[in-house]
């Protein structure tokens, strides 16, 4: 199956816009046997079926994990061009 090299991840947040994080693919696999994604610090981690439905990872203790409104698959330019 072939899976998006990144998605944005939309987050509502209490001002005015939405908090958008990019997360890229990696090696792993997560419980549900769907690729996980990270941001470019490794805090931020998902796991991404290919129906768009995230599962939110922990990456240390203490982690508050919110639910993204959407995760939205980029195409190879946009991620690579920004767009957070």
Same mark, same amino acid.
């Given at each position: ?11 509502? @947040?209490?001002? #005015?816009?939405?908090? /958008?994080? /990019? /997360?890229?693919?990696? #090696?792993r ?6 690729p ?7 805090? /931020? ?8 439905e ?16 959407? @995760? ?11 767009? @957070?």
């Amino acid at each position: 199956m072939d899976y998006s090299e990144s998605y944005e991840l939309i987050f509502q @947040a209490g001002g #005015a816009e939405d908090d /958008v994080v /990019v /997360v890229r693919l990696t #090696a792993r696999s997560g419980a549900g046997g769907y690729p996980v994604y990270a941001d470019e610090t490794g805090i /931020v981690r998902a796991e991404i079926s290919e129906r768009g439905e995230v599962r939110m990872q922990a990456s240390g203790g203490h982690q508050v994990l919110g639910a993204p409104l959407l @995760a939205r698959p980029l195409s190879p330019r946009t991620a690579t061009h920004g767009s @957070a």
